[in-house]
């Protein structure tokens, strides 16, 4: 029996992990994004589809019979052109070639750039004052930020397993099925009903150390939801990582707890720099003085009434701590400012940018053109950043502005 041939295999499936690896965010504003998207918890693959040399697996030859006698010029000639036709085709079909023509042919899977041309310019407001009167309304802070569900599923790991070990631990669980009496007792989370004392962002009042805390978590890769439901989820009971005592007390195992329950992303690395952020915050701030990080607010009281350098000096302190890059020091100086003036008035890039793209204001405009805008209010001001990036992020800016044209 003849032996079987051996298959040629393309190349193989490359595996991506969101938790394993270290994932860089960029952009600017929020990193729930707050800026950015995020992927599936569960592992995903991404095939190369690269050529392997072969459009099809090599064909065997057919054999022809040997004639007798001398063979016609006509048919000798005959015979060489098609052998340069053939030796030409090989060439053109070589996998440098159709490497180059998948490359070139706009049939090819890669997705190239949209041109200016094909970018639709973002709606502009024709009444700008009326606009303004809703995204400084409550339920416009509520439509961007919408409370994170509660009620079920919130914990995805099999019974007697531990987070702690993720390496034996199971794949994460999806969220179980729910009856309609239980979807919509979890989605019943208007804030009147929330438990009295519970911590949401962006709505309630927060310490600057719990602001610092919610700053680290949304300049992860995550939707603006999933970063919103961590910070929900490791700031109020049982766990109030939001208090500096608690957060130093607690051991790695503990922090991935609370991100394993939150359903979220990034739990290994974000553990580890949770506990960097405690030691961190006790590096540049007095005993006792943690949760107000009085220790940083000292240091921009004696830099005068000069903003752009205060906010220079928040965010080379902030900076030494591990896992706090320029976006979460831009989200922290966006809420902290209704509390330190020496940082009034702070806009970020991508708030300004939406701003200007409704006609809040004009092409020019800065952080204290902004500020005009809510009276030079710096709580006020702080409750409009909030509602557009939450809209930005939520992808619902534009079905707010046409209802004000």
């Known amino acids: 029996m003849a032996p079987k041939a051996k298959s040629r295999t393309s190349a193989g499936a490359k595996r991506k992990y969101d ?45 022809t019979k040997k004639t007798n006698g001398d063979v016609s010029p006509t048919k000798s000639k005959a015979k060489t052109k098609s052998t340069k036709q053939e030796a ?33 310019s973002r709606i502009k407001s024709t009444n700008p004052k009326a606009l303004l009167e809703y995204l400084l309304s409550d339920d416009a802070l509520d439509y961007a930020n919408p409370a994170p569900e509660r009620g079920y599923g919130e914990v995805d790991w099999a019974k007697h397993t531990s987070p702690s070990d993720p390496k034996t631990a199971p794949e994460p669980k ?28 962006p709505h309630s009042d927060m310490t600057p150390f719990q602001i610092l805390t919610s700053s680290l978590l949304l300049s992860k ?83 005068g009434n000069d903003e752009e350098k205060a906010q220079k000096r928040v965010g080379d ?13 831009s989200i922290f100086l966006r809420r902290i400012q209704s509390q330190w003036n020496e940082v009034y008035p702070y806009v970020d890039q991508r708030c300004l940018s939406a701003a200007k793209s409704i006609g809040l204001v004009d092409d020019k405009a800065g952080a204290k053109e902004m500020a005009k805008l809510v009276g030079d209010d710096s709580k006020q001001l702080v409750k409009l ?5 939450g809209l930005d992020l939520e992808k619902k800016l534009d079905d707010v502005v046409e209802r004000y044209t």
């Open 88 to 120: 030409k085709s090989k060439v053109q079909d070589s996998p440098s070639n159709n490497k180059k023509k998948s490359q070139d042919s706009p049939k090819s899977n890669k997705k190239s750039k949209p041109s200016a041309a094909d970018i639709k």
């Open 385 to 389: 950043l909030d509602t557009l990036i």
């Open 317 to 329: 302190m902030l900076s030494t701590i591990k896992g706090i890059g320029p976006i979460g020091v």
């Open 174 to 201: 999806p969220k179980p099925t729910a009856s309609k009496k239980e979807k919509a007792k979890a989605e019943n989370t208007h804030s009147s009903l929330l438990p009295e004392g519970y911590i949401r962002y």
């Open 19 to 63: 938790d394993e690896k270290d994932v860089s965010s960029s952009g600017s504003g929020s990193g729930s994004g707050s800026g950015s998207g995020s992927g599936s918890e569960l592992s995903e693959y991404e095939y190369d589809n690269s050529d392997d040399g072969y459009d099809d697996f090599p064909s065997k030859s057919k054999k």
């Open 221 to 303: 890769p995550l939707s603006h939801k999933l970063g919103i439901r961590t910070i929900s989820t490791l700031l109020n009971p049982p766990f109030e990582f939001g208090k500096f005592d608690v957060l130093l007390k607690a051991d790695e195992e503990r922090i991935r707890e609370g991100l394993w329950k939150a359903r979220t992303q990034h739990k290994e690395k974000t553990s580890v720099q949770l506990l960097e952020l405690a030691q961190g915050v006790r590096g540049l701030n007095g005993e006792g003085e943690e949760d107000s990080l009085g220790g940083i607010k000292r240091a921009i009281e004696a830099l």
